[in-house]
């Protein structure tokens, strides 16, 4: 069953063998309460494609025209470098808040997963994580942010019973 806060765009079916809505329902999901922010209040979409369509959007909203693994563009830029971004705020009576959409290509992924010789479902749900950090306002542009970003990656994925790709 899908998640009402997520939305979900399958352009390519090993996406669906890998149950990509399950696994992106509870990435964002144990993302979210771990920032104290309620998933009912929110809503993102979700694009899984290849490594051909994202290859084209990273080539139109970026400048380059190469495949990457996840993309994503918030709704609202909440980017406060140094430091945590405010958390959205939500109207309980109101529509969902648009966080954002995030894209994910299936051939890159699989590719880095095998390379770091980890579960494909594993790096996708660390890539999800990631993507929804960026839809909040974290960034690794600097030290100072990267580290405060890999830190909350990695203690949500401690939750969720993965490894913290950063530490070993």
């Excluded at 705020?89 to 959409?101: I, R, T």
């Excluded at 960026?134 to 690794?140: E, S």
Aim: net charge negative; glycine share 6%; hydrophobic share 45%.
């Amino acid at each position: 069953m899908m998640a009402e806060f997520i939305a979900v765009n399958i352009e390519d079916a090993r996406w669906a063998e890998l149950d990509i809505e399950a696994l992106a329902a509870q990435a964002v999901a144990a993302m979210l309460a771990h920032l104290d922010i309620e998933a009912q209040y929110c809503e993102v979409s979700l694009l899984a494609c290849d490594d051909a369509r994202i290859a084209d959007l990273n080539a139109e909203f970026r400048g380059k025209p190469t495949s990457t693994n996840v993309l994503s563009w918030p709704s609202v830029d909440r980017a406060t470098p140094g430091r945590h971004p405010e958390k959205p705020s939500f109207d309980p009576k109101g529509m969902p808040e648009e966080l954002g959409d995030i894209a994910i290509s299936f051939d890159t992924c699989a590719a880095e997963a095998r390379t770091a010789n980890k579960p494909v479902s594993d790096h996708v749900t660390h890539l999800l994580i990631h993507g929804v950090l960026h839809l909040l306002g974290y960034d690794h542009i600097s030290e100072q942010d990267a580290a405060i970003m890999e830190t909350l990656e990695g203690q949500v994925l401690g939750k969720l019973g993965i490894s913290d790709p950063y530490r070993g």
